[in-house]
């Protein structure tokens, strides 16, 4: 997120001679991305060092702002494909090369991303999760539930919820048509969001991701719980008591009479990351169809882009 403090404190922290930046935007004029590219340039030139070392980018074809000062500045472009919208974008080298950057093994993201594809290409309509899932998320917004609920219980997919929320949300609210996508975090939010979900309005469906091998973290051990308040957690994980209480949310749903559904991946990699993207990527284009709406555009943003830009004009002047 942009935020002039935060982004202060980054540059003040960062050992700038030992960093790079990846600047990344489709369009090349991204307001948010150029400011910070400024920004970061700024930096690097006061601290005597070689932009041409130190910035990388990403960006469309054809003649735009990013291309221009990556020439100007030295920086190397990589292309970004032309035929991909941002937040479609996660499997190409927009989201792989941070990934790789940190340790994620690109190749099984796309492997795992192919596996949801092959399915969505082969299986028989009724056998594809996709499909089914989009064919929900439409009845029960037919049923006045407009809020898509995505919750997992595991800190390691909390960004998944973002990526979901920017998905859903810029892909199908158009038309005066669409659902809000909200992201929560098991099992954190059974202390600020359940109650609710299950005392509120019957108004959202819910999503719940878990992850069936995962780190099960330290065990409470029988010394440190010998008492008799205590005794129901000696010898088990952290993990067992997330467990437990994603099944006792689910069931907690499903019993009030809530549409819910459970989504258990096997474990959080990079293969089985990158099939969930191609699940919810795929789930989203299905339930556009349905709807009747082009997923890949977003003209509502533009609006504010060009308020934006005309503001930051005028005032300069």
């Known amino acids: 997120n942009l935020d002039g403090q935060s982004f202060d404190l980054l540059l003040d922290e960062a050992q700038l001679a030992h960093t790079k930046f990846i600047v990344v935007s489709k369009s090349g004029g991204t307001a ?36 221009d000062v990556a020439e100007r500045a030295g920086f190397p ?6 035929g991909i919208g941002g937040r479609f974008a996660v499997l190409t080298n927009v989201g792989l090369l941070p990934a790789l950057l940190m340790g994620v093994d690109p190749i099984s993201v796309r492997q795992g991303a192919s596996e949801a594809l092959s399915c969505f290409m082969e299986a ?20 006045n539930r407009n809020i898509s609920v995505l919750m997992p219980y595991t800190d390691r997919l909390e960004r998944l919820g973002f990526w979901y929320r920017q998905l859903w949300a810029e892909s199908l609210g158009k038309d005066g048509l669409g659902t809000c996508p909200v992201n929560a975090l098991g099992p954190v939010d059974q202390h600020s ?17 878990t992850a069936k091998n995962q780190h099960p973290g330290p065990k409470a051990l029988a ?26 949310t689910f069931t907690a749903l499903k019993e009030n009479a809530r549409p819910v559904r459970h989504i258990e991946m096997q474990d959080v990699t990079g293969h089985s990351v990158g099939y969930i993207l191609m699940h919810f990527m795929l789930e989203t284009i299905i339930a556009a169809g349905l709807m009747d709406i082009d997923a890949f555009d977003q003209p509502a943003v533009e609006q504010g882009k060009i308020i934006a830009k005309k503001l930051m004009s005028e005032s300069s002047n």
Do not use: F
């Open 223 to 248: 010394e440190a719980c010998d008492i008799p308040e205590l005794s129901w957690l000696q010898g088990r994980s952290i993990g067992e008591l997330v467990a437990a209480e994603a099944i006792a």
């Open 77 to 82: 472009l990589l292309p970004h494909a032309d």
């Open 193 to 209: 969001q359940v109650q609710l979900y299950l005392g509120g309005p019957d108004d959202k469906l819910y999503n719940l991701i």
């Open 124 to 143: 028989p309509v009724a056998e594809i999760p996709s499909a089914i899932g989009a064919a929900m998320q439409i009845a029960h917004a037919g049923k």
């Open 32 to 67: 948010e991305t150029m400011m910070q590219l400024s920004c970061a340039l700024t930096a690097l030139k006061k601290a005597g060092l070689d932009t041409a070392k130190h910035v990388s980018g990403i960006a469309g074809s054809g003649s735009n702002t990013l291309r």
